[in-house]
């Protein structure tokens, strides 16, 4: 692949779990990937060869760290420091970083070898500022303390910051100060938000944002369009793989000018935006009304007057259009981990479009939906994995599957 993929271990690899590959050459990680997609894929159609990384470290542009204390008796002991040496950490040491692999034990992390350096730092920084600003960290037992989580998102090409306190509560102590403080460590931050998490739950983020400084979200470009993302929003969090996944997607599509596309799953337009200039018109139906608002923003911001964007389950929408004899040329679909449901997939061939443009990150889901959608009425041409997760044991693909004449 390239001359820096020389194998660097990570200090933190045992007890964090987040990269099953760490400790394995990339090369062979790629073969293993490929092996993995041949497993479940092979069987329908041609698997092309991986597309690697050149620099398989720091692509993670969305960084995420939990906050907590050293507790007597029961947290960590030890780190290593950013130069890797070991430290001792005291009872009572603030420490960030991510939970062990099954459990609520947070490994205390400096900085991640996968993980953007500029998100490491303001992360690190943060910690530093919380104790002279009186902040206290988020006990999940006790539901006692303010400080629960940090998001940091950084643009591959804008280079703009975002940085999200998770807090258990609205009022974060001297707020002004404190983002003036993290500024002047920071001054690449270019907008900072607090959202409000008081729930005991596992999920991250709360409903609720509040914006301390700057827009209130960032913009990044991928392949030629720039995207609103704020913080709910998804994106992939490796740009310079995203773009090649995307390019074979939209190449797959096999687009004219005259066809009508639909982006099921559409999240903030990425797909649909990107594939529109090569169609005659576009729809993107998403779930998460906050990702639909990003996406008719996004359409504007791009001048791009060809695509609607609906909210709504995208399985009842082509249903419906099925129903009302609506036609489409193409779908892009791009599901969750778990794949479609039989629901999803029964649309889709109702609909009947010419192409399927199947998005996966988990070989395994796509080769269940490809055995049902080859029963009913298609092919699968080809498929192209690509690396967008070095080190872990995660995949993504891009499958076409073409409508068989009868």
């Known amino acids: 692949m390239g001359e820096n993929n020389t194998q660097i271990t990570c200090p933190y690899a045992k007890k964090c779990g987040g990269c099953e ?73 603030i420490i960030s970083g991510v939970y062990a692999a099954g459990t609520h034990e947070v490994v205390p992390i400096d900085s991640c070898l996968i993980e953007d350096e500029t998100a490491d730092a303001i992360i690190r920084d943060i910690r530093g500022l919380m104790r002279s600003f009186k902040i206290k960290t988020y006990d999940e037992d006790t539901g006692y303390g303010l400080l629960r989580h940090v998001l940091v998102r950084r ?91 995307y390019q074979k997607a939209v190449e797959y599509a096999g687009l004219t000018g005259k066809e009508r596309i639909v982006d099921a799953y559409c ?7 990107i594939a529109a200039d090569q169609a005659r018109e576009g729809i993107g139906v998403e779930l998460n009304p906050d990702a639909v608002r990003d996406a008719i923003t996004n359409a504007k911001r791009n001048g791009i007057r060809n695509i609607r964007f609906y909210q709504g389950d995208a399985g009842e929408f082509m249903t419906e259009m099925a ?64 690396d967008l997760f070095p080190w872990t044991g995660h995949v993504e693909c891009v499958c076409l599957m073409t409508r068989k004449e009868k």
């Open 267 to 273: 999240g903030i337009g990425t797909i649909g935006l």
């Open 323 to 386: 129903a009302k004899k609506e036609k489409a040329d193409v779908l892009f679909m791009d599901p969750p981990r778990s794949g479609s449901d039989e629901a999803f997939l029964s649309s889709a061939v109702k609909l009947s479009p010419k192409r399927i443009v199947y998005i996966s990150c988990n070989p395994e889901t796509l080769g269940r939906d490809l055995g049902y959608l080859t029963k009913h009425g298609y092919r699968a041409a080809e498929c192209q994995p690509v």
């Open 155 to 245: 643009g591959f090409h804008s280079g703009e910051v975002m940085v999200v306190l998770v807090l258990g509560d609205p009022i974060l102590p001297s707020k002004n100060n404190f983002v003036k403080a993290l500024r002047r460590l920071h001054p690449e931050i270019t907008t900072m938000i607090l959202n409000v998490n008081s729930k005991k739950t596992s999920m991250v983020l709360g409903e609720r944002n509040i914006v301390l400084y700057g827009k209130g979200y960032i913009e990044d470009e991928l392949c030629g369009r720039t995207f609103r993302i704020s913080p709910h929003s998804f994106y992939q969090v490796n740009p310079v793989q995203t773009e090649l996944l």
């Open 21 to 93: 590959y760490q400790g394995m050459e990339y090369e062979r990680q790629l073969k293993e990937k490929q092996a993995q997609v041949k497993k479940y894929v092979g069987g329908y159609c041609k698997v092309r060869p991986i597309l690697g990384m050149e620099n398989p470290y720091h692509y993670r542009n969305k960084v995420h760290a939990v906050f907590d204390i050293v507790k007597k008796g029961g947290a960590p002991k030890s780190s290593r420091g950013k130069g890797g040496g070991r430290k001792e950490l005291l009872p009572g040491t």
